[in-house]
């Protein structure tokens, strides 16, 4: 199993970028799709996940933050508007099998997850 996450880079505070994560060698129907982010000197952080038309959402990603999912493409992205500097980060894709037809509130936690992708840098400037 292998997630590319690219899309990463630097914008000014109030700007959108959308992140995206390609995967290959899993089923990705079967999948969660999970995005989190890290900050130096801090805990990775949940941002949001989905798995077919349920998704989940953080508390810094709730109202400027859209995840969706491509299931043709096998790619899930992360639309994320009004920046602000404390966006800045590392954000990383995660998935996790679940279940035919299940979703779990467990996919907030990064224990949840079993594969994860290298991450791409979001640089926020003020």
């Known amino acids: 199993v292998q997630l590319q996450a690219s899309g990463g880079g630097l914008v000014q505070a109030g700007g959108s970028l959308r992140l995206s994560c390609a995967a290959s060698g899993l089923t990705f129907n079967s999948y969660a799709l999970g995005w989190f982010r890290q900050a130096p000197g801090k805990e990775r952080e949940f941002i949001a996940a989905i798995k077919w038309s349920v998704v989940y959402y953080g508390d810094s990603a709730k109202g400027r933050f859209t995840i969706s999912r491509d299931n043709d493409k096998n790619t899930v992205y992360l639309q994320m508007n009004s920046l602000k500097p404390e966006d800045t980060a590392v954000y990383y894709c995660?998935?996790?099998?679940?279940?035919?037809?299940?979703?779990?509130?467990?996919?907030?936690?990064?224990?949840?997850?079993?594969?994860w992708g290298q991450g791409t840098l979001v640089t926020v400037s003020s």
């Open positions: 995660a998935a996790v099998s679940l279940p035919a037809h299940t979703m779990s509130i467990s996919t907030l936690k990064t224990s949840a997850y079993d594969y």
